[in-house]
Each structure stands twice: as C-alpha cells, then as structure tokens.
C-alpha cells in the first residue's frame, strides 16, 4: 500500500519488482536518442572515392542504356587506354562529357562537377546536435522534476495526529478547533 492507502503507487510492477516511472522514461527517452542517432548515421551520405585524388578529362560515349534500362553507360576517356563506367543512362553514342576519375584507376567515372562531399548544409550539421542536446536537457529536467516532488512530499506530509500533537506542544488552545461537546456548551 502507497502512503496514502492507495494500492498502486507511481510506477509499473513486474511481478514483485516496481519500477518507478522516471525509470522508465529515462530508458525510453535513451532509446529514442540512441535510435535518431543509428538512423543518422545509417543514412548519411558516403564518401565518394574519386574525391581523394580527382583527375578531370573528356570522354566519348560508346554506348547507354535508355533510363528506363538498367545499365551503365561505357565510355571511352581521352588519352587512357580501355574503356570505363559511367552511372547514368540516357546519352547519346559518339557524345563527349567531362568526365572525373581517381587517378590510378579510370575504369569508373562520374561527371564532373557532381561530387556529394562537403555540400551538407549548416541545419543538417547542427539539428542531430539540437536534437541531442534537447534529449539530453529532458532528461535532466526529467530527474530534477521526479525528485523536487519526492522532497516535497516527504516533507510536507504531515498527519492530523501530528498537528494536534505540535499544537498540544504550543499550548495554543484558540487555535484548536472546538469540539462538539464544547461548541454544545457555548449555547
């Protein structure tokens, strides 16, 4: 039984074990940023190899599937020998692009010009950090809430028994209400 003759005090009973709600709202509330934190780093974007070392040339479309294909579109760069892949469709054959390889390794190629690295804005760089932050600062509001109320009711619950008894201590008999009997004999 709770203090007050309740028979379910604050929190979730499991069996014989009872687990306050702060407890579990901290878990929750941990989870839920340990869970924003996995998807952000799942899908962010990944580092493109041709970045480390780029070396910028032309190229001559040999062939490309249309976009609605699935394929690559082989191309044959200016001054390498062989040919190379190029992630996109819909060109036209004998076309010349400019075209970005790593140095050392022309068998892949991009376009140039369409690296993803470094374009990330200053709102994508400081939400995730927002986001923590404020987590974070819930759940420190979270504990200082749940104990500011255990203090204060611990320390303000007081029985009927000890105020009568405080105020038989002060000797204070015009603050004690009157009795029945007492109110009787007044009239």
């Known amino acids: 039984m709770s203090r007050h003759g309740s028979q379910n005090p604050r929190g979730i009973r499991l069996g014989r074990i ?21 998807w952000w780093w799942i899908g962010r974007s990944g580092v493109d190899p041709i970045d480390a070392n780029p070396v910028s040339a032309s190229a001559t479309v040999m062939s490309s599937p249309s976009c609605l294909d699935v394929g690559h579109t ?15 469709c819909g060109f036209a054959v004998g076309q010349r692009i400019s075209v970005e390889y790593l140095a050392g390794h022309p068998d892949v ?14 709102a994508r760089k400081i939400v995730p950090i927002g986001i923590l932050v404020a987590g974070l ?3 420190v509001g979270l504990v200082a809430a749940s104990r500011a109320g255990s203090k204060r009711s611990r320390s303000g619950a007081v029985s009927v028994a000890q105020l009568r008894a405080r105020m038989a201590e002060r000797g204070d008999a015009s603050a004690a209400p009157a009795s029945p009997e007492q109110s009787g004999q007044a009239q």
């Open 18 to 38: 009872r687990i306050s709600l702060t407890v579990v709202s901290m878990c929750v509330l941990l989870l839920a940023i340990v869970g924003l934190g996995a």
């Open 74 to 88: 082989t191309v044959r760069v200016s001054g390498v020998a062989g040919v190379s892949n190029l992630d996109g």
């Open 109 to 122: 190629v991009r376009l140039s010009g369409t690296t993803h690295a470094g374009e990330s804005s200053t």
């Open 137 to 139: 600062a819930a759940a």
